[in-house]
């Protein structure tokens, strides 16, 4: 539909100025954005962030309420586990394994997908179609459950369970790339481009992809999104993480045992999934609306 | 429309091929023993073997191979489960209605409770009510549904007791099994305890049909709200407002008709979310469906079971998939293109 559009200022702003500006407009997307920086930092530094070693079993304090309580520990503000861990330390070391390796995969997969949309988008014919077909299959396979029927062959473990995320992540990702590329071909510039004497590379590397970007960041953070709940699902399952890592969804099938004893120790490696979750949701919900407003003015 | 459904037919032939190519190698794939792993039998003698490596064609080549993996699964035969030594097809037969069930009462909820919240959501999107709603529909949609779960049984099994936190029905029930829809099955039965039978399983179905819907209406909710408010913008919704027509006529006649539309699609697409997230509701709630025999069947190293519970599960996906496509293709003739 056509709006009015007054140009009451002059606006040279470069896209990226332009998409910041409207994103920091949300106070949602802000919110998100600070929770995810933080989420960040804290999983690269985790090993100079935690007030105890998260595997040093003290056997004085062992299942320490959190320090709220009136038996907890001031040293100890979420208290330990029935190994005598302190819980925050771990929660923290979590973080790299539920939150970084989430987004390593994500990194993972949206690489391998460049490469094959970029493969699938600029081949026509037999090719293309087949392997639009073999992309279908596996779009309709749970992610879920080709993660874990790769887990079965693979074995289970942290590193397995990302690449076995990172193969059930592809299909969406070159889905969407090739998607993305198909839309941006049929462009005018594009066949301007190539009556210049353009060739594919030329045209992938100069014109697709500093115009897909957007939606490529978009397809991340949706994917990392998923990429948290299916570590953390897995871990959950027992085919993730395995036992002393501190993986938040391991956290939680650890402590299920202690259920009535300590639901703390149940709720907040939760909380911290749920939070995580969301801090990535926000930042995707707020670009998205922040593209669309760039791109309608 | 005849053409465009060959063509979808074609292509759900083609996808299903390719996914009993996968299974068939999953065969291979997996660790251990090829003739066990075929087979499902755990002791194998040496003139047995011989025995399964002709009825397997194991001796010929990879695509007779396949030909008799295909042959065996069409006439029944998917082999032995490692842990049971029973018939997967027998098993698969009894567990997939607990599954089918849970998931269907969730899918009908987050109908019934995320299509009204979108359309309230998108009607005043800056209101409080509005804007709570979104709010509350973007935790949902970030919620570990394991962890959403339990804290659900925590509050209202552990602490309340109210509700009961595993199985299906009471034990103090005993339902004669026919058609493995628990509901059916207990309306069905000749019993004189059917209404509290019927009040027990219900409150057994309560918890989990929560906890699986809550994702479903939360991406429900969200969707509707986007169309509508898509819609909304539309020049035919100015139009028969210029017409005369007020809200809810408009609303009715015009706005509905065109943002729900898509929504058929959504079942679909939702239905595949739906079984993942319902093997997860199922290991919480101890649900006896195949989600939980699929992940027991990982922890047991059950690899006949595993391929079997792949197949099952991704053609019931599949043919969900593609069956709303051509629902959906039906009603709006702009979808047959392309």
């Known amino acids: ?297 | 429309m005849t053409r465009y459904l060959f063509r979808r037919l074609f292509l759900m032939a083609f996808v299903l091929l390719a996914l009993s190519i996968l299974a068939f190698s999953l065969g291979y794939l997996f660790p251990g023993d090829v003739v066990q792993n075929l087979s499902g039998l755990r002791q194998i003698d040496e003139n047995q073997r011989q025995q399964l490596i002709g009825y397997y064609h194991l001796d010929q080549n990879i695509l007779q191979q396949y030909m008799a993996f295909l042959s065996r699964i069409a006439q029944g035969d998917w082999g032995l489960s490692f842990a049971s030594q029973q018939p997967l097809l027998q098993e698969i037969k009894l567990l997939l209605p607990a599954t089918l069930e849970l998931a269907s009462y969730a899918l009908l909820l987050s109908f019934i409770v995320g299509i009204p919240l979108g359309i309230v959501a998108a009607f005043k999107p800056d209101s409080l009510v509005g804007k709570s709603i979104s709010a509350i529909a973007m935790v949902g949609y970030s919620l570990p549904i394991f962890w959403w779960g339990l804290l659900l049984i925590m509050f209202f099994s552990l602490a309340l007791g109210w509700l009961p936190s595993a199985g299906r029905i009471g034990v103090l029930y005993e339902i004669p099994h026919s058609s493995g829809f628990m509901l059916y099955d207990i309306l069905q039965a000749n019993i004189n305890y059917r209404r509290e039978a019927l009040y027990n399983a219900m409150l057994h179905l309560l918890l989990p049909t929560i906890v699986l819907a809550t994702f479903p209406t939360t991406v429900m909710v969200r969707f509707v709200r986007d169309a509508m408010l898509n819609v909304w913008e539309q020049n035919y919704i100015k139009t028969a407002r210029a017409k005369g027509l007020n809200r809810g006529q408009v609303l009715y006649r015009h706005g509905l008709r065109n943002a729900l539309l898509p929504v058929i699609r959504q079942i679909g697409l939702q239905f595949s979310t739906l079984i993942t997230l319902a093997m997860l509701t199922e290991v919480i709630f101890s649900w006896p469906g195949i989600g939980r025999w699929l992940i027991d069947s990982i922890y047991q190293r059950n690899y006949p079971a595993i391929q079997a519970g792949l197949l099952v599960i991704s053609t019931m996906v599949i043919t969900v998939n593609m069956l709303t496509e051509i629902l959906h293709a039906f009603f709006n003739p702009l979808a047959r293109r392309g």
């Not at chain 1, 100079?48 to 959190?66: A, E, G, K, R």
């Not at chain 1, 279908?136 to 080709?146: E, G, Q, V, Y």
């Open chain 1, 1 to 297: 539909m056509s709006k009015f559009r007054l140009y009451l200022e002059e606006n040279n702003r470069s896209p990226v100025k332009q998409l910041w500006r409207e994103f920091k407009r949300q106070h949602s997307a802000m919110t998100g954005l600070v929770l995810f920086v933080s989420f960040f930092v804290i999983s690269l530094l985790a090993p100079f962030f935690t007030p105890h070693d998260p595997y040093l079993q003290v056997d004085d304090l062992l299942l320490l309420p959190p320090s709220w309580n009136a038996a907890g520990l001031v040293q100890y503000p979420f208290g330990t586990d029935d190994l005598g861990r302190d819980l925050l330390s771990r929660m923290i070391k979590g973080t790299s394994y539920t939150f970084g390796f989430a987004l390593i995969t994500v990194a993972g997969a949206l690489l391998m997908g460049l490469v094959l949309g970029a493969l699938a988008g600029m081949s026509k014919g037999v090719k293309s179609s087949v392997f639009n077909h073999i992309l279908d299959l596996a779009l309709t396979i749970p992610s879920l459950l080709l993660a874990i029927i790769i887990v079965a062959i693979i074995g289970p473990g942290l590193l397995n369970t990302t690449w076995a995320i990172m193969l059930a992540l592809l299909p969406q990702f070159v889905h969407g790339i090739r998607n993305a590329i198909d839309e941006e071909l049929k462009q005018d510039y594009v066949i301007a481009y190539r009556l210049d004497g353009a060739n594919n590379w030329h045209v992938l590397t100069r014109l697709i992809l500093p115009n897909i970007w957007e939606k490529l960041t978009i397809m991340a953070t949706m994917a990392i999104s998923t990429a948290i709940l299916d570590i953390a699902a897995l871990g959950f399952l027992g085919f993730g993480a395995q036992a002393p890592l501190s993986e938040w969804g391991a956290m939680i099938s650890d402590s299920l045992d202690l259920i009535y004893l300590a639901p703390s120790s149940v709720a907040i490696p939760g909380l911290l999934i749920l939070t995580a979750v969301l801090s990535v949701n926000l930042v995707g919900d707020g670009l998205k609306t922040a593209i669309l407003k760039r791109r309608q003015n």
